[in-house]
């Protein structure tokens, strides 16, 4: 069916389509914001390999997003006490969803027009809604269905080393000395076997703002279960006043750190290369994580 069958399908004759306008910013599925005769607006969510952004990566890395794990993570984060968008229709086998459209404005908008105590507030907010998923926990890494053995960190390292390699053959930077300090800040990790529900990006700009004023979480693919210091460390950067829980194992906190920072550099330049739709963010994205990694501290101050 085509999406005006469909939605006349899902919601009734009263649902006449009007317009299809596309939203910008995403890598991984396609997302466009629908509008009905009768005034209603939703999001349709269609995950078509072919649009997908990192496509090159979908045979080696195991964070590629689909819509398993979307309505899986659903499931998981809404069991946190933590909301998520209403689904109103899902199909696996045209990787399609009919969601809710939140209107509210996100938090990064909050933080850059908001006063000092506004900021504030939403830094602690966010850390709230970390801490939520936080308490979801099992003994393996992994999505919600394919647990994974073992620890995380050689994992990892691995992918990590792959993203130094990956940016050291597109821009001036010393590998060797760079792969000495991701491997220094690995040895200092003690095993664990705990692990915490994450986001995995919890940035302002993925959680937004409902009509009664709570917090909203959104683009959950890639939530899984992993050490809760890959989501603080993200956050770090992220929000201007954030508070790091005391239970944050300060290695592990500056190994994943210096991780993303690898990740989101590489992430910027395959960006810049295959098209993107905005090549300044890109740029910029590129610019302030090779930046952060030329200047990582060697060990944890």
Not at 235 to 258: G, K, V
Request: glycine share 6%; proline share 5%.
């Amino acid at each position: 069916m085509t999406i005006p069958e469909t939605v006349k399908a899902v919601f009734g004759n009263d649902y006449l389509v009007t317009s299809v306008t596309p939203v910008r910013g995403g890598t991984q599925k396609t997302v466009h914001r629908i509008t009905c005769s009768n005034g209603f607006t939703f999001l349709h969510y269609a995950w078509d390999d072919d649009k997908n952004l990192f496509q090159e990566e979908m045979e080696t890395s195991k964070h590629l997003f689909s819509i398993d794990s979307f309505l899986d993570n659903g499931k998981q984060i809404r069991s946190a006490g933590i909301a998520v968008p209403d689904i109103y229709y899902a199909s696996n086998e045209t990787r399609t969803a009919f969601v809710e459209c939140i209107t509210g404005p996100d938090f990064q908008r909050e933080l850059e027009r908001g006063t000092e105590a506004d900021k504030k507030k939403v830094s602690a907010e966010a850390v709230d809604v970390a801490m939520a998923l936080h308490e979801l926990t099992r003994k393996s890494w992994g999505t919600v269905r394919s647990p994974e053995a073992g620890s995380c960190i050689e994992p990892h390292e691995k992918e990590a080393y792959t993203n130094l390699q990956f940016i050291s053959s597109k821009r001036k930077l010393p590998l060797s000395a760079l792969h000495s300090r991701l491997s220094l800040l690995a040895a200092d990790i003690e095993p664990r076997n705990n692990y915490a529900f994450v986001h995995g990006e919890l940035g302002p700009n993925h959680l937004l703002r409902s009509s009664s004023g709570e917090p909203v979480l959104i683009d959950i693919e890639g939530a899984r279960y992993y050490d809760r210091e890959y989501e603080l460390s993200f956050m770090s950067f992220r929000y201007p006043y954030l508070e790091t829980p005391a239970t944050c194992d300060q290695n592990r906190f500056h190994y994943y750190l210096f991780g993303h920072h690898l990740s989101l550099a590489a992430g910027a330049i395959k960006l810049q290369e295959r098209g993107y739709e905005d090549q300044n963010f890109a740029r910029t994205l590129e610019a302030f994580h090779l930046k952060r990694l030329q200047h990582f501290p060697l060990l944890p101050q």
